[in-house]
Structure formats: structure tokens, C-alpha cells
């Protein structure tokens, strides 16, 4: 059908949201480097960042600080994903644009998912329907370039390399990452191992351990998880 894929830029100080005082900000990645400092190290684009977001969002708006802050003019970028494309294409005041996510170490990597249509497997089947189906789904792919205006990147080759997809120019660079989409595994029970995976990123970019070893932790309490989920079911 259709894929996601992640673009711009986004950042959030944890998982939960904004922290809600500068001393629980503090507490969790160190105190800002001083006036006089000229390091511009994480630490100090995290504050930097953190610091835009609270002069432009209100408390009750803390879970969408960072992207509410872009669209005030305080932030100038925010890692983000394509369903915000049309929301920024209505703002009047500032013409934001997109961007493919840069290269970490040599390999790119983004984040994406799909919508699907599925025609399960069953005991008995109404011949009829299932070819009403098959029917529907053929001619949706065919025509999902009108699906792609709501910000989707067409799964069908022939359309996503189509003029009329490369006339959605806030869409190119999404399209130009859908070589370095990942999806996660088709398991049971992989939301609970992801979770380890975001609590070890969050872990190194907020400084509380070496990166590797945050990183390493987390992929050996995320294969546990999977270890232990196969047996609950009975994969």
C-alpha cells in the first residue's frame, strides 16, 4: 500500500514528554556548559533546544513541545515524521521544509511503517468475496496516488517514481529514504523488546551511561524479552 518513513528533525528530552522544570531537565542530562563556554557539544544543543520549547509552548502542550516550538518560530529544526507534512503546509507566518535524515555511521537508517490490506486465511471462503477483494485491492495500489496527497510515500514503484508523486516536493526527500527504512520484525510480542531499544537511546543521548553500553544492555534485555515471549506464544 503505502509506506512512512521518518524526515525532517525531532528532539525530545525522554520518551514521557518534556520534563516539567529546568531542575528535572538538569537532573537528567547535567547542568548547561557556562556563558563563557564555547563547547557545543549534546549537551548544550539539548539545552538549547529545551530552552526554545519551554519560551514557546505552554505546559499543557509539554508532549509536542519540540514540534509546537518549530511551528512558533523558536525551534529551528525538529526530527520528525511525514504525517506533519500537511499540518506545517497550512502555516502562513513560515515556510518550513523538509529533509532526509542524515547517515549515523556509515549505513542510513530510518524508522517507517505501512497501511495494508490482508485477506486472511480461513476454514471456508466465499469465492465472490474474495475476488471482490482482490478486485479492490488491485485497483486501490493502482490508484493510491491520490492516498500519497495525505502524506504517504506510494509502495508501487511505478508511482513513486511518477510526476505526479515528484510533484509533492515535501515529499521527495521521504521518498529518497524509503531505500533506509527498517521495520520492525514481524514477531510476537517485538513492541515489548522495542521498548528496551528506546530506553537504551534514551539512555546514551542523555548521557546517563557510555553509548555502547547503554546500547549493548538494551539489546541483551530486548533478546531475553523475545527469548521469553517465544515460549509465552509458543512461537
Same mark, same amino acid.
Given at each position: 500500500?503505502?509506506?512512512?518513513?521518518?524526515? =525532517?528533525?525531532?528532539?525530545?528530552?525522554?520518551?514521557?514528554?518534556?520534563?516539567?522544570?529546568?531542575?528535572?531537565?538538569?537532573?537528567?542530562?547535567?547542568?548547561?556548559?557556562?556563558?563563557?563556554?564555547?563547547?557545543?557539544?549534546?549537551?548544550?544543543?539539548?539545552?538549547?533546544?529545551?530552552?526554545?520549547?519551554?519560551?514557546?509552548?505552554?505546559?499543557?502542550?509539554?508532549?509536542?513541545?519540540?514540534?509546537?516550538?518549530?511551528?512558533?518560530?523558536?525551534?529551528?529544526?525538529?526530527?520528525?515524521?511525514?504525517?506533519?507534512?500537511?499540518?506545517?503546509?497550512?502555516?502562513?507566518?513560515?515556510?518550513?521544509?523538509?529533509?532526509?535524515?542524515?547517515?549515523?555511521?556509515?549505513? =542510513? =537508517?530510518?524508522?517507517?511503517? /505501512?497501511?495494508?490490506?490482508?485477506?486472511?486465511?480461513?476454514?471456508?471462503?466465499?469465492?465472490?468475496?474474495?475476488?471482490?477483494?482482490?478486485?479492490?485491492?488491485?485497483?486501490?495500489?493502482?490508484?493510491?496516488?491520490?492516498?500519497?496527497?495525505?502524506?504517504?510515500?506510494?509502495?508501487?514503484?511505478?508511482?513513486?517514481?511518477?510526476?505526479?508523486?515528484?510533484?509533492?516536493?515535501?515529499?521527495? /526527500?521521504?521518498?529518497?529514504?524509503?531505500?533506509?527504512?527498517?521495520?520492525?520484525?514481524?514477531?510476537?510480542?517485538?513492541?515489548?523488546?522495542?521498548?528496551?531499544?528506546?530506553?537504551?537511546?534514551?539512555?546514551?543521548?542523555?548521557?546517563?551511561?557510555?553509548?555502547?553500553?547503554?546500547?549493548?544492555?538494551?539489546?541483551?534485555?530486548?533478546?531475553?524479552?523475545?527469548?521469553?515471549?517465544?515460549?509465552?506464544?509458543?512461537?
Amino acid at each position: 500500500m503505502s509506506s512512512a518513513t521518518s524526515g =525532517g528533525c525531532r528532539r525530545r528530552a525522554s520518551r514521557s514528554g518534556w520534563p516539567a522544570s529546568t531542575s528535572a531537565f538538569t537532573a537528567l542530562i547535567g547542568a548547561p556548559a557556562s556563558a563563557s563556554s564555547t563547547a557545543r557539544g549534546p549537551r548544550t544543543c539539548a539545552w538549547a533546544l529545551y530552552e526554545a520549547a519551554l519560551a514557546a509552548c505552554r505546559p499543557s502542550s509539554a508532549d509536542h513541545a519540540d514540534y509546537l516550538a518549530l511551528k512558533n518560530g523558536r525551534n529551528v529544526f525538529n526530527w520528525q515524521g511525514i504525517w506533519q507534512v500537511n499540518d506545517v503546509a497550512t502555516l502562513k507566518t513560515f515556510e518550513i521544509g523538509t529533509a532526509q535524515i542524515p547517515k549515523i555511521g556509515g549505513n =542510513g =537508517g530510518v524508522w517507517g511503517n /505501512s497501511h495494508q490490506f490482508v485477506l486472511p486465511r480461513k476454514t471456508t471462503t466465499d469465492e465472490n468475496k474474495t475476488n471482490a477483494s482482490r478486485y479492490f485491492i488491485n485497483w486501490f495500489t493502482k490508484n493510491a496516488i491520490t492516498w500519497a496527497e495525505s502524506a504517504k510515500v506510494p509502495a508501487r514503484k511505478d508511482l513513486a517514481d511518477s510526476g505526479q508523486f515528484a510533484a509533492m516536493t515535501a515529499l521527495k /526527500s521521504f521518498g529518497a529514504d524509503v531505500q533506509y527504512v527498517h521495520f520492525p520484525p514481524s514477531v510476537p510480542g517485538i513492541d515489548d523488546a522495542l521498548a528496551e531499544l528506546y530506553t537504551g537511546v534514551n539512555t546514551a543521548v542523555l548521557l546517563k551511561q557510555d553509548p555502547a553500553a547503554a546500547l549493548t544492555a538494551s539489546a541483551q534485555r530486548a533478546n531475553k524479552i523475545l527469548t521469553d515471549n517465544a515460549k509465552k506464544y509458543g512461537v
